[in-house]
C-alpha cells in the first residue's frame, strides 16, 4: 500500500499550484507532472528552448506546457501534444495565462499528427 501511494505522487501533482519558472507563470492542475516537484522540467526548459531557437518543435508528453511555451516565447513553431486530457487542458490554459501561442492537442504520441507535419526538434 505505501509503495502504490507514493507511486502516486510521482506520476502526478496532487494539488493545485501557481508558480513561475523560467519566466513562465504557470497553473499545476490536480493529476498533472509537476515542474515544481520534479526541477528537471526546468533544466530541461532552459537547454531545449536554447537549442530549439525559431525551429519548429514538437513536444511529446507536455503536461504543464512549460517547455512548448518556453520555446513558443523565444519564437519557435510549436505542437504539444498529451495523452493526458487534464494535462492539455492545463497546458491550454498556461498558453492563455501567458499570453502565448501554441497548437496544443491530445495525443498518444503521433496519433493526432498530420503525415504532412515535419519538425525539426522532438521531445
Known amino acids: 500500500m505505501?509503495?502504490?501511494?507514493?507511486?502516486?505522487?510521482?506520476?502526478?501533482?496532487?494539488?493545485?499550484?501557481?508558480?513561475?519558472?523560467?519566466?513562465?507563470?504557470?497553473?499545476?492542475?490536480?493529476?498533472?507532472?509537476s515542474p515544481y516537484y520534479f526541477r528537471s522540467s526546468e533544466w530541461f526548459t532552459k537547454n531545449i528552448s536554447k537549442i530549439v531557437g525559431k525551429k519548429s518543435f514538437l513536444e511529446v508528453g507536455t503536461g504543464t506546457g512549460i517547455t512548448s511555451l518556453k520555446c513558443a516565447e523565444n519564437g519557435a513553431g510549436v505542437v504539444a501534444v498529451d495523452?493526458?486530457?487534464?494535462?492539455?487542458?492545463?497546458?491550454?490554459?498556461?498558453a492563455l495565462l501567458n499570453d502565448i501561442k501554441i497548437d496544443i492537442r491530445k495525443s498518444d504520441v503521433f496519433s493526432n499528427l498530420k503525415k504532412s507535419e515535419k519538425f525539426d526538434v522532438i521531445f
Open 83 to 94: 495523452i493526458n486530457s487534464i494535462a492539455v487542458r492545463n497546458a491550454k490554459i498556461n
Open 2 to 33: 505505501r509503495q502504490h501511494r507514493a507511486l502516486s505522487k510521482v506520476r502526478g501533482n496532487n494539488e493545485i499550484k501557481f508558480v513561475k519558472i523560467c519566466g513562465i507563470n504557470l497553473l499545476i492542475m490536480k493529476g498533472v507532472f
